[in-house]
């Protein structure tokens, strides 16, 4: 195992497969400190509503602490700093607007405690949601608080950035632009839904992977909404039309051929433990992962520590 304090992640993907954490904020609302929103509004509806925000960095920075420390004992070698949903305006819908840098700050800080010098530190940026609430007019809005987020994450000195969960390649397109701004590497995923067969403006993987390549990612690939075996054939299908290494963190929950994600099956987000797939899975995707061209391996929803223990077995044994 090569010590990625004296790495940076591009090195790290050269000598082979990097494996990353999984889910925070699923984890932590089973553990009760994340809101999922449910008691109030329907989530899920990839209109952006729902909650799921990460101000546990500073309500119950104790609870973060202890699943990033999980994830390290595990294997994992990247810690994702818990600021998904991190941006002003989603922060505001839920009362945390005026806390925006302080959450991103603590997030960082907390994740880069943890790692030591074990792990690399990285910036987790999603979608704003003001593309499902508001249409494509809302790009440059979220661009800029796209750019702000990064700018915290800059300051508070993460080693580099994952854009994830982005439904449109137009928002991701902003998302690579702030990041390339910042100076930041980024490794860009994207999530497809309702089927894996297009984002949600209308592209397949195989021209998000080129478009993605072609904005100066350091990683492309997929994340959230499907199971391993599940988002399997989209990264076969990026991988056919980009050099770069393969990024992918697939949730563990079961997903059907008439809806290839998660966050629509009616399961979503009261009865997961109904969807759940078994570690297995993940660590049967570990062993294929270097012969797929995977360069950065971790998991998203519903993967706890134990899946991830379970991915770093299945690495180890190829
Ligand atoms: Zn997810």
Redesign the pocket.
Known sequence: MHTPKTRSLVELMKLGPVLGDG?Y??ELERRGYVDSGSGREKVGTGRGSGQFTPEVALEHPEALRELHREFLLAGSRVLQALTFFGTREKLGRAGYGDQTEAINTAAVRIARDVAGQTALVAGSVSRTQLIEREGPVALPKAKDHLAEQIRFLKQAGVDFLIL??FFHLSEMRVALECAAAAGLPAVATL?FRPLITQCSDGHDPAECARVLTDLGAVAVGA???QEPSRMMPLLRAMRAATNLPLAA?P?AFRTTDACHCF?RQPAFPDDLETIQVSRREFEAFGKQTRAEGIGYVGG????TPAYIRALARGLDAT
């Open positions: 889910g904020l699923i994830e969960t999530s994340n959230c909404e963190q949730a966050t998203c929803c519903g993967c």
